[in-house]
């Protein structure tokens, strides 16, 4: 018990600090530019914005929460959002209804999402290969595939009514927002309320005493490889919509920004410890950050900047915390260097 209120409890303190600081920052961009950032214009804006990546982000945090990591999420967004426009375009060559649309779309684009995550999860439990060499040769072919089905152009001419996900507002909600609402109540509740996302954090923890429970290591990295995918083709559907067009090299800059939100939001990179309000507190903190800086006029490179050293000094805060919870506990000493990749299912 012990062992499980220190962990509980820090991760409470990183929730209630990156509270404060999302407040923080939202209250200093405010008066910054108070005629600019407090707007109703701005704040649509930016809802409109971050839902995509931040629907990445919970994707890395799920595979981040087994102790291993998913650098593939880019090409696979990309990949299914290409299948899902070439299948849009063929059948719906000049619109057709926005239901059946939408539904072809889903359908092609997160069953594909979902394949990739199944190819990750056989090359790191099957075969044993550590996740970040695997999602990386992964992500590659699925951008390289892309690029094939493509010829390295941009596929256009998408339905108007599949703009609704992309674009559209309920009562002046943008309809993206209310996408990655949805995804991070259910999310939340399969990882905080259900044995499969109790198994997950067990096996991020410790995945021997995990094996050694009767767990199915080998499973549940297929599983969450499988979620992640899923998640990503969803968030590459959003972003076609809003552009208009479907190509395999949209969102590169986007991987940085998952990996530092999800660490941001107190995901161990180590496993076992990570909260979804954490990745959205961490999501929100770092929108305003951008929005304000771009009103302020800073550069590209240097928010680039500001992004990599959040990222280092984020992993270097949760290093030392984790150091600190396994001198006290033993909590994670269980895990090898290879524990991400867990038993062949």
């Known amino acids: ?75 696979t967004a990309n990949l299914s959002s290409i299948l899902a426009a070439l299948a849009m375009t063929a059948l719906f060559p000049t619109g057709g209804n926005a239901v059946a649309v939408l539904a072809l779309a889903l359908l092609v684009g997160l069953s594909v999402g979902c394949l990739c995550g199944v190819i990750n999860g056989l090359f790191i439990a099957g075969i044993g290969l550590p996740p970040i060499l695997a999602t990386l040769g992964t992500g590659i072919v699925y951008t390289g595939i892309g690029v094939v089905v493509t010829g390295g152009s941009a596929v256009v001419g998408l339905p108007d009514s599949f703009a609704v996900l992309g674009n559209a507002a309920v009562w002046a909600v943008p309809v993206p927002l209310l996408v990655f609402a949805a995804v991070a109540v259910v999310m939340a509740f399969v990882l905080n309320r259900t044995i499969y996302g109790h198994s997950v954090y067990l096996f991020g923890t410790n995945p021997r005493a995990s094996r050694f429970a009767g767990l199915k290591n080998g499973r549940l990295n297929m599983t969450t490889y499988m979620i992640s995918g899923t998640l990503a083709a969803l968030a590459g559907l959003i972003l076609i919509s809003r552009a208009n067009s479907a190509k395999a090299d949209y969102a590169e800059s986007y991987l940085l920004i998952t990996v530092l939100i999800a660490v941001l939001g107190g995901t161990n990179p180590y496993g076992g410890v990570g909260r979804v309000l954490g990745v959205v507190l961490a999501v929100l903190s770092l929108q305003f950050l951008s929005s304000g ?6 550069s590209n490179f240097a928010k680039e900047f500001v992004w990599g050293l959040t990222l280092l000094l984020a992993m270097s805060v949760t290093r030392i915390e984790w150091r600190r919870m396994i001198d006290f506990s033993g909590v994670g000493r269980g895990r090898s260097p290879n524990a991400a990749t867990g038993d062949k299912p």
Do not use: C, W
Not at 3 to 17: A, E, N
Not at 33 to 59: C, D, H, K, V
Not at 293 to 298: A, D, G, R
């Open 1 to 75: 018990m012990a062992k499980t209120s220190r962990i509980v409890s820090s991760d409470h303190r990183h929730l209630l600090g990156l509270a404060a600081l999302t407040v923080a920052i939202f209250v200093a961009m405010s008066l910054a530019r108070p005629g600019l950032f407090l707007t109703g214009a701005n704040m649509q804006s930016m809802a409109f914005q971050f839902p995509e990546y931040a629907i990445l982000a919970l994707a890395m945090m799920t595979a981040m929460l087994t102790g291993g990591i998913d650098l593939s999420i880019i090409g």
């Open 293 to 298: 800086l771009n009103m302020l006029q800073v």
